[in-house]
């Protein structure tokens, strides 16, 4: 049994580590999974948006926000511990990267020694730990700012600890973070092996959202940013395999301190035989973006390019393919900008739709993302025979950019920049020669690297010679 742990994806969110996820379930189907979905609140309204496959025979559903159920205390719990065992909390509350885990994981769900999440926080220990935390690093700034911001880091983190252990006989962890760290609980609890897949470089992500974030100001904008490093070294630590799915990110791995020979990369993998499509005759030219109406994805951008694109060539149209729920907010101001560009009649929102339908049509495909990882999307497009226009993000100068093996794909440009995305997608709309040979090389590099078939039997591998 294998137990893959994901947080805010599979099944109740698309996307592409969704579509990874199920993709390596379904096929597999001589090997049995479970699904721990790690969500921020049970506030939302969840539902399941894949068929479930009969090999998955369990779904589970945990709540980053069940720490409020957590009741008070008009007591305190006295807790005592030996020096080896203060220097253990001291470390892991400092968020020391020498912290040792199997020790840490072992204190801190002693609930005999340690009481509830709230009994220790609330206990003479614990105060003592954070106020020389707080004297060494931080005591230019106010104390109970500080002491507020730790308490709010640390109790869904250390809330997570107290979960019921999920039975496997190897734990799969889609990122670090907090699946991370479940899988590294449960990892330690079961004495079971775990495998680590990274598609993004979940700290570094963390990081840019941070440092853009309107919540957090000044030095806590460094403390949440260590916090999510240090989430991360627990997973780097303690993993079997640790999986990359480009080099860019295998090498970044390393420099964050990964050990060389517990690393590996395995690309995504296209179902060749769904991608062959036949091409429909029509009139005029028809873009395409495959995407979640989500601010990641900088819809605004390709809208902005569009425009551009509409003033120079009349019959053309922008098909953005994709669920339009996820940020409602932002949604209705993508709309709300086609309005006043007046692009109502050319712009569609297809709403959750099946891709391949669509790439019948599409004549160039258009990423904009400020953030990606190796987007199945390109590599589905890529498979269709479309050329592509993408930002330089994640591993795509690397999926379209000339190798060894087969000349450009596609065209790499930089973030949020709408008058290059516009002067490239026209450049291959008015040459059709050039959108032939590069959607043919396409074609050829996902037959060559990026097949299903390759995809999985990696995986089988791994889960077989681990287990």
């Known amino acids: 049994m294998i137990c893959i742990i994901a947080e805010g994806s599979y099944p109740y969110i698309t996307g592409g580590v969704s579509s990874w996820i199920h993709q390596l379930i379904s096929e597999l189907p001589d090997m049995n999974f479970k699904v721990l979905s790690l969500m921020p609140s049970n506030k939302e309204k969840l539902e399941c948006h894949y068929d479930i496959p009969d090999n998955l025979k369990e779904i589970r559903t ?27 909390l001291s470390k892991f509350i400092s968020m020391d990267s020498s912290v040792n885990w199997k020790e840490t994981i072992k204190l801190i769900t002693n609930k005999k020694k340690l009481g509830s999440v709230i009994d220790f926080l609330q206990s003479e220990v614990y105060w003592n730990i954070l106020k020389k935390f707080y004297q060494e690093k931080y005591s230019d700034v106010s104390f109970n700012t500080f002491f507020w911001t730790i308490r709010t880091m640390l109790l869904p ?29 449960f ?81 995504n993998g296209v ?44 019959s053309v149209k922008l098909y953005l393919i994709g669920p339009t729920d996820e940020d409602p907010e932002y949604f209705q101001q993508c709309k ?63 999926l379209l950019e000339k190798d060894e093996n087969e000349d450009v794909c596609g065209i790499v440009t930089n973030l949020v920049s709408p008058n290059e995305t516009a002067a490239q997608i026209l450049r291959l709309l008015k040459n059709p020669d050039l959108r032939n040979i590069m959607g043919q090389n396409g074609r050829k590099r996902v ?8 995809f999985i039997e990696n995986y089988r591998k791994i889960y077989e010679r681990i287990r």
């Open 187 to 267: 990892h330690e609890m079961n004495q079971k092996p775990l495998i680590l897949t990274e598609h993004g470089i979940y700290a570094r992500e963390r990081e840019e959202e941070i440092i853009k974030a309107k919540w957090v100001n000044g030095i806590y904008k460094r403390l949440w940013i260590d916090f999510f490093y240090f989430l991360s070294t627990a997973a780097y630590k303690e993993a079997d395999t640790i999986i990359a799915l480009f080099e860019r990110n295998r090498n970044i791995q390393l420099e964050l301190g990964v050990p060389r020979d517990r690393t590996r990369v395995i690309s």
């Open 62 to 88: 945990v709540y980053l926000d069940d720490y409020l159920t957590l009741k008070h205390r008009y007591f305190k719990k006295r807790v005592y511990l030996n020096r080896k065992e203060r220097e253990c």
């Open 271 to 314: 179902d060749l035989k769904r991608y062959t499509v036949e091409k429909e005759v029509h009139v005029g030219y028809n873009i395409g973006a495959i995407l979640r109406i989500v601010p990641i994805k900088d819809v605004m951008t390709l809208i902005r390019a569009f425009k551009i694109i509409k003033e120079t060539v009349d």
């Open 336 to 398: 709300g900008l086609v309005k006043i560009l007046q692009l109502e009649e050319n712009i569609i929102f297809t709403g959750r739709a099946d891709v391949k339908e669509y790439f019948k049509k599409i004549d160039v495909l258009v990423l904009t993302s400020i953030s990606e990882a190796q987007p199945l999307v390109i590599l589905e497009g890529m498979a269709s025979g479309i050329p592509v226009v993408s930002t330089d993000v994640g591993s795509c100068k690397e």
């Open 157 to 185: 983190f250390l809330h997570l600890f107290h979960y019921e252990v999920v039975e496997a006989d190897i734990y799969h962890a889609v990122s670090t973070g907090y699946a991370g760290i479940l899988s590294v609980y």
């Open 447 to 454: 037959e060559r690297a990026y097949s299903k078939e390759l």
